[in-house]
């Protein structure tokens, strides 16, 4: 409980949460805590000198503990820790989704804001809001694979395929400025543009009189690769064939459909991660919100999945071979698979520290996952093919 408390402080010292947030997290923490009260009968008393570091000695002190404590006073301590750390995995991801949520609206409300006042005018400026499209009949003309980089700032990040010719952007940007004129200078500035027939960079400057949204369409059945980031915005990707992708953003979910690839890579700080996949492996991860990921076509690859607050939910095909690496530090794990083979299931005497290693034959190269968290579930479903 102590390692979750100087995570929350810490978070709160990096600017993550907000004050009043940080005390929602500890409410929840001390309304669960009240609730585990486990006696432990006097002959159960170990000192310190007893516990080593060294893992066999370590497993004598589990079993001689356990030796002075009754089956049901564990198994009630254990349930009990494992719902604790559940519920401060759920308390922090839906902390995740709120400030997904926050921060990706940013923008909007900035559009929305006034300074009906003299001196905050002079300061700030009026809001004004532009709409531009951008379209080029050159880009994809070429073969070979399309590049594609997106950066915004306070705003969302979207793509997608469709059956148009070349691409096009439609930009909505909110811009500062002391007069609609200067304003419109500015938002002329906002977006720094380059497009070629294998290249589209669109990329919005770091301005803090300033957000952008960006959606971008681009040519079905071309292969592409991508590097998309934001701060304070959600991304979504749809109907795309990437080779490699980089998507990351700092307050904001990733939302992702049909998307296949062979490289990818997804990074959120609050924000869930979720969609269905069609790849050959990847990597994702968030602090604060949870994984939800189904995948599909050829097995094979390696899937690492790790969320430090929040739980991880993951469907494979029935059909798919797969070795399987689960971990989570407070929070049950569910394997939900038929034909399974055990290779390790290790739980620590608390309930915390559990992990599971197990693996399902079949046809074709396996897939290895890999999913770890700290406060949350583990849960792998079986997807009909």
């Known amino acids: 409980m102590e390692e979750e408390r100087l995570m929350i402080l810490k978070m709160l010292e990096e600017g ?3 004050s009043e947030e940080a005390a929602a ?11 585990v009260v486990v006696t432990i009968p006097p002959q ?8 080593d ?27 009990r820790m494992e719902d604790f750390g559940e519920r401060v995995g759920q308390a922090a991801e839906e902390l995740g989704e709120r400030l997904s949520d926050k921060f990706s609206r940013l923008g909007e409300e900035m559009e929305q804001r006034s300074f009906g006042f003299s001196l905050g005018n002079w300061f700030f400026g009026s809001n004004y809001q532009f709409d531009d499209t951008i379209t080029s009949e050159s880009f994809g003309t070429q073969e070979g694979i399309l590049e594609v980089e997106l950066r915004g700032l306070n705003g969302n990040l979207s793509i997608s395929s ?19 004129g200067e304003a419109k200078e500015r938002a002329k500035q906002l977006i720094l543009t380059k497009i070629d027939p294998l290249h589209c960079s669109l990329v919005a400057r770091d301005q803090n009189w300033a957000s952008s949204s960006i959606n971008l369409k681009v040519p079905k059945d071309r292969q592409y690769k991508l590097l998309i980031k934001t701060t304070n ?10 080779l490699a992708g980089d998507i990351a953003t700092t307050n904001g979910k990733i939302l ?53 607050n929040g739980r991880i939910t993951l ?25 399974l083979t055990y290779h390790e299931r290790n739980s620590a005497p608390s309930g915390g520290h559990k992990r599971i290693r197990a693996s399902r034959p079949g046809q074709g190269q396996s897939s290895e996952l890999e999913l770890r968290t700290s406060n949350g579930s583990i849960k792998l479903l079986s997807l009909k093919q």
Request: with cysteine; glycine share 12%; charged share 30%.
């Open 256 to 308: 992702i459909a049909n998307l296949k690839g062979e490289t990818l890579r997804f990074h959120s700080t609050n924000g869930r991660i979720s969609g269905n996949l069609r790849a050959n492996g990847c990597d994702a991860a968030t602090v604060n919100g949870r994984i939800e990921l189904d995948l599909n076509g050829v097995p094979g690859g390696i899937y690492r999945l790790k969320t430090t």
């Open 233 to 242: 915005g959600n991304i979504h990707i749809n109907d795309i064939e990437a």
């Open 44 to 51: 159960a008393h170990v000192t310190t000198d007893d516990v």
């Open 162 to 180: 469709w059956d148009g010719s070349g691409l096009r952007a439609e930009i909505h940007k909110s811009v500062r400025g002391g007069s609609e």
């Open 25 to 35: 997290l500890f409410e929840a923490m001390e309304e669960h805590t009240e609730r």
């Open 315 to 339: 469907g494979i095909p029935d059909s798919w071979p797969c070795m399987i690496d689960a971990k989570s530090n407070w929070g049950s794990i569910d394997l939900d698979l038929d034909n």
């Open 53 to 79: 570091r060294d893992s066999e000695n370590r497993e004598q002190w589990d079993r001689g503990t356990r030796q002075g404590v009754s089956g049901d006073t564990w198994d009630e301590f254990s349930q």
């Open 16 to 18: 993550k949460i907000t």
